[in-house]
């Protein structure tokens, strides 16, 4: 199964067509990190990670993590740790985006595999299917409503890949 982001603002997977948005930047072949763009390409999905605080754990075939207050994404070009889950720790010297947010973006978010297996520095980090409520521009994940997102949720398995183009 392939989900399909066709333009800036449509996703599709089987018959369904959502509305989405995506990078503030657009789409792009050449991804660099920080610049606002959505990677172009075809690439795995992770776990799905939820607020179990605020939501229930979604109906997927994937893996679900509950997200918890010390949990973080490195998007330190810097650090060993570049494009990787993190705890969150005084001590931790780097950048990071947090996870457990005010915001309901990441109630629920799907990890995108895009530069994860080995990170190249400055590639990219952190892309994420993610929630949004108004579609405005990301800052290069794809954001879908929450309805349409759990609707994705069951239909998706952990051999489902996603076409950026």
């Not at 740790?81 to 109630?107: A, G, P, Q, V």
Request: charged share 30%.
């Amino acid at each position: 199964m392939i989900i399909i982001i066709k333009n800036k603002d449509t996703l599709l997977i089987d018959d369904f067509r959502f509305k989405c948005s995506v990078g503030k930047k657009g789409i792009t072949k050449k991804k660099i990190e920080g610049d606002l763009a959505t990677p172009k390409g075809k690439y795995g999905l992770g776990n799905i990670y939820y607020r179990a605080d605020r939501v229930q754990k979604p109906l997927s075939k994937l893996k679900s993590v509950p997200i918890r207050k010390n949990m973080g994404w490195c998007d330190d070009p810097n650090s060993k740790l570049y494009n990787k889950l993190i705890k969150i720790k005084k001590s931790l010297n780097i950048k990071y985006e947090k996870l457990y947010r005010k915001d309901n973006k990441y109630d629920f978010f799907i990890l995108i595999k895009y530069n994860y297996k080995k990170p190249i520095k400055f590639k990219g980090s952190a892309i994420f299917l993610h929630l949004t409520k108004n579609y405005l521009p990301t800052k290069g994940c794809i954001a879908l409503c929450k309805k349409d997102f759990l609707i994705l949720a069951k239909l998706i398995n952990n051999k489902t890949k996603i076409k950026i183009s």
